[in-house]
């Protein structure tokens, strides 16, 4: 929106190596910039550029330390630490209704950037589009994607909930993760063999987002393919551990029949606002607890 609002706008993007891929087919940025040298030298590049303002999306000391050394006019975003902490540590909920997207946005408000209310973007290069053509042919007429990894093993569905589900589903079933999750999706694999697929591992970040974009259904837990599988505008099924929605993270704009599984009421649910590797109560409840009779129910609705 920035670039598209702002006459002769011309962005860059400071990102990690590895989140590279997420951004780098852009066409609203016009350069990439990534943190893979020392802070020294990326400063001495970034001044290179000339820039007239900082829009700081991360707030953080790495952040704050690069802002400090290029001297410019800044906004940055909010990061509700505070409120996010009562709400873990004292289950206090004073976190706005508003979602991360529209709190990134106010960085920009002051350019008359207005939300188009259009959702995401992502964008795929046409190298690392998918061809289902190789696939089984029950697969090519459509399949569910199913995200069994994240970066905290307390947002995971674990492998014998994900074993349960997929029992019930009557469809064709793809898993998605990384190399991480490869063991994890192998187990659930060999136990239900039929129509599944072990993607884990096997495909880029680019490719794994191309298999999202032509899933008839997503299933996931809170985690970066669940937010590019919003910006494909996928029915996604997103369920929920130790994170709640209400920390703004909840699937943007997605398909109207997108729909959300989470156990309320757990006393000790959210008890971070990342995640652990695992649970603290070591019931782990918030996902044990999860209804999956209901994630069926709701994957053979959409499916059609």
């Known amino acids: 929106m920035l670039k598209k609002q702002v ?17 780098e087919n852009n066409p609203y940025i016009d350069k990439v910039h990534v943190l893979d040298e020392s802070i020294s030298s990326l400063v001495k590049n970034l001044k290179a550029e000339e820039f007239d303002y900082i829009i700081d999306l991360h707030n953080n000391l790495r952040t704050a330390g690069i802002k400090y050394k290029l001297r410019l006019i800044a906004f940055s975003y909010y990061k509700l630490n505070i409120q996010k902490w009562l709400m873990v540590h004292f289950k206090i909920n004073r976190l706005p209704a508003a979602h991360i997207v529209d709190r990134y946005l106010d960085t920009v408000k002051l350019f008359d950037v207005v939300n188009d209310n259009k959702g995401l973007d992502y964008f795929i290069s046409e190298n690392d589009e998918v061809n289902l053509n190789s696939f089984p042919e ?4 459509g399949y569910i994607a199913f995200v069994i990894g994240a970066k905290h093993y307390t947002k995971q569905m674990p492998a014998d909930k994900i074993i349960s589900v997929c029992r019930k589903i009557s469809h064709p079933v793809i898993f998605l993760g990384g190399l991480d999750d490869v063991e994890k999706a192998e187990i659930i694999v ?11 591992g096997k495909y880029n970040l680019n490719q794994s987002a191309s298999l999202i974009k032509q899933a008839r259904v997503v299933i996931t837990s809170d985690t970066g393919l669940m937010h590019i599988a919003a910006a494909f505008r996928k029915k996604i099924i997103s369920v929920w551990g130790n994170t709640i929605p209400e920390f703004g993270m909840s699937p943007y704009l997605p398909d109207a029949d997108s729909v959300i599984f989470e156990v309320k009421g757990l006393k000790c649910r959210p008890c971070s606002k990342l995640g652990f590797n695992k649970c603290p109560k070591k019931h782990f409840n918030c996902m044990n607890l999860i209804d999956e009779n209901g994630i069926v129910e709701k994957v053979q609705e959409l499916f059609r």
Do not use: I, S, W, Y
């Open 138 to 141: 029950k697969f090519q007429r």
């Open 7 to 23: 006459e002769e706008a011309e962005v860059h993007f400071l990102t990690k190596k590895q989140f590279k891929p997420v951004v």
């Open 190 to 200: 060999q136990e239900l063999k039929g129509d599944v697929m072990n993607a884990c």
